[in-house]
């Protein structure tokens, strides 16, 4: 499927900057699309690298339907541009693309960075039109079923880079989309080590969430972050909990439901069922995560399906609490099993019911120990300077290429006349 209209005049790069047929050299624009800029680690990641584009003098552009996130892309220094990237409807998805076109032509954008599959058809076709750079991060597995969603999950794959947060991810974009290993750039989340860092959380700050979520002093907290959503597994962690017998703890399930109030439903049924009411408590959103995790005595990550990266137990992990996570996915590359937690079957509620009561019986020289352990592991490999630095030096790897001079999209693979692949 060729894309209409010609591609706008080459572009070289110069000494780290970008030179347009007859332009003076200029730091390189960058453009990162996405649906919103709420909470997630997509969002999160957005932000990052966004404010380090900008540290590095480049010009930094996050287009999305806006959120509550936007007002960290505009104190880093980036610019945000509202558009209705959010959408899935085709007609607006089309319409999209010329919106893109006029982002890109007005700002000089050198590369568009899709984070989500419906604003990364948008803007696949987008930038192909214009002749600049397309990057993507390939965030999830995406559920791909039937050959109409793999087609619509593969321009995830179509990138000039594909990054991937886990070699996981890079195994999976490889198999089940047929793109080349050359193209795809294996570069784990970041984490804000300034944010979860175990010293710089004050009692004050612990204080006050016990107090919100009423924690009686001297009850072990066991917490699963992560938006009510039912792969996440909040069933099998209450399920486990009633397995255990145990009912001088609080198991805390720390997330918003984001709409999904049926699943809400069925979950505090199942509480009630088990006659967890006072055992078990469903809590919102929260603001401070890291005074929250570290609060708790034990961080569980019971998702069902393989976590592309597994934020929550990096998270964790850098706040010096032992895990619990699901023996599968990213989770195998975030958790030291036996050294800084557990990895247990997917969906296994016994198994999780003993390792919920082998991690409350440490003794505190045990878990001291398990606390060095996980964060000196995650500070060495999951910095969000280190992030960024890989990502940038992605871009100066595609700016470095010979400048594009024909659009077109196709339907194969990153190797073949398809996804990623340009004449130039």
């Given at each position: 499927m060729d894309i209409p209209g010609g591609a706008q005049p080459p572009r070289e790069t110069i000494?780290?900057?970008?030179?347009?047929?007859?332009?003076?050299?200029?730091?390189?624009?960058?453009?990162?699309?996405?649906?919103?800029?709420?909470?997630?680690?997509?969002?999160?990641?957005?932000?990052d690298v966004a404010a380090a584009v900008a540290a590095a003098g480049w010009t930094s552009l996050v287009a999305s339907s806006g959120g509550p996130l936007v007002r960290e892309i505009e104190r880093a220094g980036a610019r945000h541009i509202t558009l209705p990237l959010d959408s899935k409807n085709p007609f607006v998805m089309r319409a999209n693309i010329e919106r893109l076109g006029r982002v890109i032509a007005e700002h000089g954008v050198d590369?568009?960075?899709?984070?989500?599959?419906?604003?990364?058809?948008?803007?696949?076709?987008?930038?192909?039109?214009?002749?600049?750079?397309?990057?993507?991060?390939?965030?999830?597995?995406?559920?791909?079923?039937?050959?109409?969603?793999?087609?619509?999950?593969?321009?995830m794959a179509r990138g000039d880079r594909v990054i991937a947060a886990s070699r996981f991810i890079v195994d999976?974009?490889?198999?089940?989309?047929?793109?080349?290993?050359?193209?795809?750039?294996?570069?784990?989340?970041?984490?804000?080590?300034l944010r979860f860092d175990p010293a710089r959380v004050s009692?004050?700050?612990?204080?006050?969430?016990?107090?919100?979520?009423?924690?009686?002093?001297?009850?072990?907290?066991?917490?699963?972050?992560?938006?009510?959503?039912?792969?996440?597994?909040?069933?099998?962690?209450?399920?486990?909990?009633?397995?255990?017998?145990?009912?001088?703890l609080r198991c805390l399930l720390v997330g918003s439901d984001q709409g999904r109030g049926g699943y809400r439903r069925e979950l505090e049924q199942l509480i009630a069922r088990h006659g967890l009411e006072t055992v078990v408590h469903i809590i919102d959103h929260c603001n401070d995560m890291p005074a929250a995790l570290k609060l708790a005595?034990?961080?569980?990550?019971?998702?069902?399906?393989?976590?592309?990266?597994?934020?929550?137990?990096?998270?964790?992990?850098?706040?010096?609490?032992?895990?619990?996570?699901?023996?599968?996915?990213?989770?195998?590359?975030?958790?030291?099993?036996?050294?800084?937690?557990?990895?247990?079957?997917?969906?296994?509620?016994?198994?999780?019911?003993?390792?919920?009561?082998?991690a409350l019986e440490l003794g505190p020289e045990e878990r001291h120990a398990i606390a060095e352990r996980a964060i000196?592991?995650?500070?060495?490999?999951?910095?969000?300077?280190?992030?960024?630095?890989?990502?940038?030096?992605?871009y100066r790897e595609v700016l470095a290429e010979r400048p594009l001079v024909r659009a077109g999209v196709g339907a194969g693979g990153n190797g073949g006349p398809?996804?990623?692949?340009?004449?130039?």
């Open positions: 000494g780290g900057s970008v030179k347009a047929a007859g332009e003076a050299a200029r730091p390189p624009v960058v453009l990162q699309v996405l649906p919103a800029l709420v909470t997630g680690g997509v969002e999160r990641g957005t932000v590369i568009v960075h899709a984070r989500s599959r419906a604003p990364g058809w948008s803007a696949l076709f987008a930038a192909r039109r214009a002749g600049v750079r397309f990057v993507t991060t390939f965030h999830g597995t995406y559920n791909g079923g039937n050959p109409a969603k793999r087609w619509y999950n593969s321009v999976h974009v490889v198999r089940q989309y047929h793109a080349s290993p050359a193209l795809i750039r294996h570069i784990p989340r970041g984490i804000d080590f009692a004050e700050r612990q204080a006050k969430l016990a107090r919100e979520w009423r924690l009686a002093d001297g009850v072990p907290v066991v917490m699963l972050p992560g938006r009510l959503t039912r792969w996440k597994g909040q069933a099998v962690l209450i399920e486990a909990i009633a397995l255990s017998g145990k009912r001088d005595d034990l961080v569980v990550s019971a998702s069902t399906d393989a976590e592309a990266f597994g934020r929550v137990a990096v998270e964790a992990q850098a706040m010096g609490k032992p895990v619990v996570a699901t023996d599968h996915g990213g989770s195998r590359e975030t958790v030291l099993h036996g050294e800084t937690g557990w990895l247990i079957k997917p969906g296994n509620a016994p198994r999780l019911a003993q390792a919920i009561d082998a000196s592991f995650v500070r060495s490999n999951f910095a969000r300077e280190l992030m960024c630095a890989r990502t940038l030096d992605v398809g996804p990623g692949k340009v004449a130039a």
